[in-house]
């Protein structure tokens, strides 16, 4: 390059504008420019290896064989007094589940796939659990010190991701999980 810099210096006559610091700019443009390019290539891949969870969850919801149960809305009021009465101050909005059991085997490890690289920086991991061929995957999406939607992730042979949509305090997660050890 600091040849071609040379041969323009030598050719410029007379008082113009020097054309040396002219192509100097268009090959600092042309380095910026694929040092630009370089860097959205890089977020490109980086953006396509990770994916979030409504991603994953629209993907699936129409594949064939999928069973698809969603209950929110008018269907979800009618859990309310069922939610006061048995739900120890659990608030429930919504529940979403998608069973990939009867899906291909194609389908299936497709899903694991996508969910292994499923990044969303609106939930917080609380469970990670892998035993020899399923893994098990528990988030949650906290605002204000309330947990306002809980994702349970099963991979492997009978894929499964279940969204609880509501509102409730990790206390409340805590007391079943102590029923649950418990016994009762």
Same mark, same amino acid.
């Given at each position: ?37 370089? #860097? ?31 209950? #929110? #809305? ?12 048995? @739900?120890? @101050? ?16 194609? /389908? ?42 809980? /994702? ?7 894929? /499964? ?24």
């Amino acid at each position: 390059m600091s040849q071609i810099r040379y041969r323009v210096v030598f050719s410029v006559t007379g008082g113009e504008f020097p054309y040396c610091i002219h192509l100097t700019f268009k090959i600092m443009n042309r380095r910026l420019l694929i040092t630009l390019l370089c #860097g959205l290539f890089t977020f490109a891949l980086y953006s396509q290896s990770s994916i979030s969870l409504e991603q994953l969850y629209r993907k699936f919801a129409n594949a064939r064989n999928v069973e698809k149960v969603s209950l #929110g #809305g008018l269907k979800a009021l009618l859990f309310k007094p069922l939610s006061a009465k048995y @739900g120890n @101050g659990f608030s429930i909005s919504g529940i979403h589940v998608l069973e990939l059991d009867g899906c291909s085997n194609e /389908v299936k490890q497709q899903f694991n796939t996508m969910a292994e690289k499923l990044r969303d920086d609106k939930y917080e991991v609380l469970l990670k659990a892998n035993e020899q061929d399923e893994k098990t995957r528990i988030l949650a999406r906290i605002e204000k010190e309330e947990i306002r939607e809980l /994702v349970i992730l099963s991979l492997g042979d009978e894929p /499964v991701l279940v969204r609880i949509k509501g509102k409730f305090k990790p206390e409340h997660i805590q007391q079943l999980v102590n029923v649950d050890n418990n016994g009762q």
